[in-house]
T-cell receptor
Framework: AQSVTQLDSHVSVSEGTPVLLRCNYS??????LFWYVQHPNKGLQLLLK??????LVKGINGFEAEFKKSETSFHLTKPSAHMSDAAEYFC???????????FGAGTTVTVRA | DTGVSQNPRHKITKRGQNVTFRCDPI?????LYWYRQTLGQGPEFLTY????????KSRLLSDRFSAERPKGSFSTLEIQRTEQGDSAMYLC??????????????FGNGTRLTVT
C-alpha cells in the first residue's frame, strides 16, 4: 500500500521568491513519484516524475524535486515564483509499473505581486 | 498529440437522473483511467482499462456506475440514478505502457457534475 502526505495545504509567496512544497510518502515498494499541477477549471498537468534514474529531477517551468529515500520525501522547489505558478499542486505516488496513483490532498499556491 | 478530450465540460442534473460522460484518450495510448475529484481533495482512482478490457474497479464505483471502452478507443462513464453525493469533477486520463517504470498519465480537463 502507498500513501502521500502533503505537509502544507496552502503556501503563499511573493513573486520572485523561492517556492517549497513539501511531500512525504510511504510505499511498500520502490515507488514512482510525480508532481502534477492543476490550474482552475483545468486538468492535471505533469510537472516532473521520479523513476529511480536520478534523485534530483528537473521538470517544466523551472520546477525541480529531490527524492530522499532516507527521509521518504519528494519536495518540490522553484527558485523564483511567477504569478502564473498560482495553482493547486499534487504529489503522487505509485508502485513501479502499477497504474494506481495515490494523490496527496494538494497544496494551493498563492503568488503575491 | 491533441491531448485527452472530455465531454461535456459541465453537467447539471436532477437527483435520480442518469448521466453519461465521454472521454477520448490520446490516440496511441492503450491505457485509460477514470478518477473522481471532490472539492479540496486529490483525485481518487475509479477504474482502469487496458485496450477494451476493464481490469480493475475501485470500491468507490458503486453498482450505479458503469464504464465501457468499446474497441479500445473512447470511453464512457455512466452514472444511473444520480445522488447529490455524486457531485464532483470526473477526470479521464490515458497513458502508454512502458516496459520499465510508470508512463505518466495525461489528464483531460474533466467533466464537472452537479446533482441538484
Amino acid at each position: 500500500a502507498q500513501s502521500v502526505t502533503q505537509l502544507d495545504s496552502h503556501v503563499s509567496v511573493s513573486e520572485g521568491t523561492p517556492v517549497l512544497l513539501r511531500c512525504n510518502y510511504s510505499s511498500s515498494y520502490s515507488p514512482s513519484l510525480f508532481w502534477y499541477v492543476q490550474h482552475p477549471n483545468k486538468g492535471l498537468q505533469l510537472l516532473l516524475k521520479y523513476t529511480s534514474a536520478a534523485t534530483l529531477v528537473k521538470g517544466i517551468n523551472g520546477f525541480e524535486a529531490e527524492f530522499k529515500k532516507s527521509e521518504t520525501s519528494f519536495h518540490l522547489t522553484k527558485p523564483s515564483a511567477h504569478m502564473s505558478d498560482a495553482a493547486e499542486y499534487f504529489c503522487v505516488v505509485s508502485p513501479v509499473d502499477d497504474y494506481k496513483l495515490s494523490f496527496g490532498a494538494g497544496t494551493t499556491v498563492t503568488v503575491r505581486a | 498529440d491533441t491531448g485527452v478530450s472530455q465531454n461535456p465540460r459541465h453537467k447539471i442534473t436532477k437527483r435520480g437522473q442518469n448521466v453519461t460522460f465521454r472521454c477520448d484518450p490520446i490516440s496511441e495510448h492503450n491505457r485509460l483511467y477514470w478518477y473522481r475529484q471532490t472539492l479540496g481533495q486529490g483525485p481518487e482512482f475509479l477504474t482502469y482499462f487496458q485496450n477494451e478490457a476493464q481490469l480493475e474497479k475501485s470500491r468507490l464505483l458503486s453498482d450505479r456506475f458503469s464504464a465501457e471502452r468499446p474497441k479500445g478507443s473512447f470511453s464512457t462513464l455512466e452514472i444511473q440514478r444520480t445522488e447529490q453525493g455524486d457531485s464532483a469533477m470526473y477526470l479521464c486520463a490515458s497513458s502508454e505502457r512502458q516496459v520499465f517504470g510508470n508512463s505518466p498519465l495525461h489528464f483531460g480537463n474533466g467533466t464537472r457534475l452537479t446533482v441538484t
